[in-house]
């Protein structure tokens, strides 16, 4: 049995902030932030919407895609460091607000690589037959932990959600390799106390180092080569980051997600939201062999190559 996406879908919210918007409010200019991140807006919650209520837009999406119904799910899984509160889980208010009666439910703290994390758990209930159907959700309000007054950070980020619900795929279709990891040494370089705090240079090494790494780990866990990935969806934390990433592979331009320019970096929620966006746009078709990789405090890290499809 392969576990796999049988649905999918995302919540942004309206509010769109310009760099020239930023400009307005700290020190720093449209030209510094578009050329070392490659952001050009980003999109921000209103002050009544939290981190479930995206989190829930986009489950509701996700389920319709799937054509299941929330009382047939067995387990819900969000990725978040921004949860409403520290309990109960975003995944708990879930559980009642979507009906899923029947679901164990849980929130996962891998920040930016949470939603892999995600994925990869539920992978092992569904192939292990364990479970049929799973909720998986990256959601994230960061602007309320930022810094407003903070350039280093508050240019990067943003807010919205992404859901799927994974279950048994078609033969030679879903996750057809992984790799998870951790480098707790790392913690001090990208963290929450009050707000945000995060070195900068510290964390970009590492990134361009990891998520080259972790590409090439998954193909050779497959026994593929650069040559058979047909898209890269990379967690979207600033575009030479994953350009990087894209080099690495050695794939074109218009063979990888880089929606960072619209959204800013929304952590654990940037996979599934890019994942939308390319499937909207007609860049991810069946069969095609994708791979997501993502990166983040803890530190953290995680990539999945899978062939799309039901
Ligand atoms: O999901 C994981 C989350 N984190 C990341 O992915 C972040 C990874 N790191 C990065 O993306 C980059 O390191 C940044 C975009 C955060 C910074 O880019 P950088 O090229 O590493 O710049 P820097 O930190 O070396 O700063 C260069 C200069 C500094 O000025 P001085 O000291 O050279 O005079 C900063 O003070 O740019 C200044 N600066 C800014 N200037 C205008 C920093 N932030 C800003 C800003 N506007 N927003």
New binding site residues.
Partial sequence: MNAGIIGIGRYLPEKVVTNLDLEKMM???DE??RT??GIEERRIAADDIDTSDMAYFAAVKALENARISAAELDLILVATVTPDRPFPSVACMLQERLGATKAAALDISAA?AGFMYGMVTAKQFIESGTYRYILVIGAEKLSKIVNWED??TA??FGDGAGAVVMGPVSEGRGIVSFELGADGTGGKH?YQDEYVV?N??E??KF?VRQMGESCIHVLEKAGLSKQDVDFLVP?Q??IR?VEAARQRLELPEDKMSATVRKYG?T?AASIPISIVEELEAGKIKDDDLIIMVG???GLTWGAIALRWGR
Avoid: E, K, P
């Fill in positions: 020190d720093t200019s510094w932030i070392r991140t930016c350039r280093n240019v990067l990208l995060m900068g240079r964390v970009f990134a967690h934390a600033n980051i970096n952590s990166f983040g405090g």
